[in-house]
T-cell receptor, first 115, second 112 residues
Framework: DVKVTQSSRYLVKRTGEKVFLECVQD?????MFWYRQDPGLGLRLIYF???????EKGDIPEGYSVSREKKERFSLILESASTNQTSMYLC??????????????FGPGTRLTVL | GQNIDQPTEMTATEGAIVQINCTYQ??????LFWYQQHAGEAPTFLSY????GLEEKGRFSSFLSRSKGYSYLLLKELQMKDSASYLC?????????????FGQGTELSVKP
């Protein structure tokens, strides 16, 4: 079974703090994703990485950056946390295959509260 | 733009059948996924459609009509454990294999 783990289930930070969210997958997947999930808005893509050291902006990248130094690990960074970044953050991974089902596998999420 | 619509909430009775609809307007359609998400847990894959028609997997079935921009998830013989949020997601063409656009999710409550 694919396993995607996230470093924390719950996190509380203060406005202006630098925040790191870590995600690790154990199935040698090339692609990794960071989403945020908010009531009424669904999951929205922040950033994704299609391989080590490669990254692409998603639909809502403002206020975030990412790092992918190793294939199994994808980090989301909030350079200066703000209250509007309070949300559930979900990481996902998948193989780099085109034209087939190739579903994404999700981690359990990190609920971040910024005070 | 990209838009996916699904009902916010639905309620059904244990043992019954429920159909959750999803309509979409996206560019570069390359497949539609349904995920199940229990409260506080990770979304888990349920079904995938890329061609028109019905895909059946046990108590769950999913239907797609590309010309109408429409899909539904059908859950039969409902069980209490089916109470969860059901996420419709369309894969659109993008760099390196496409990206998913999600609907807001449908919260299903199954009552005894």
């Amino acid at each position: 079974d694919v396993k995607v783990t996230q470093s924390s289930r719950y996190l509380v930070k203060r406005t202006g703090e630098k925040v790191f969210l870590e995600c690790v997958q154990d199935m040698d997947h090339e692609n990794m994703f960071w989403y945020r999930q908010d009531p009424g808005l669904g999951l929205r893509l922040i950033y994704f990485s299609y391989d080590v050291k490669m990254k692409e902006k998603g639909d809502i990248p403002e206020g975030y950056s990412v790092s992918r130094e190793k294939k199994e690990r994808f980090s989301l960074i909030l350079e200066s946390a703000s209250t509007n970044q309070t949300s559930m953050y979900l990481c996902a991974s998948r193989l780099r295959l085109a034209g087939v089902r190739n579903e994404q596998f999700f981690g359990p999420g990190t609920r971040l509260t910024v005070l | 733009g990209q838009n996916i619509d699904q009902p916010t909430e639905m309620t059904a009775t244990e043992g019954a059948i429920v159909q959750i609809n999803c309509t979409y307007q996206t560019s570069g359609f390359n497949g539609l996924f349904w995920y199940q998400q229990h409260a506080g847990e990770a979304p888990t894959f349920l079904s995938y459609n890329v061609l028109d028609g019905l895909e059946e997997k046990g108590r769950f079935s999913s239907f797609l009509s590309r010309s109408k921009g429409y899909s539904y998830l059908l859950l039969k013989e409902l069980q209490m454990k089916d109470s969860a949020s059901y996420l419709c997601a369309v894969r659109v063409y993008y760099n390196q294999g496409g990206k998913l656009i999600f609907g807001q999710g449908t919260e299903l409550s199954v009552k005894p």
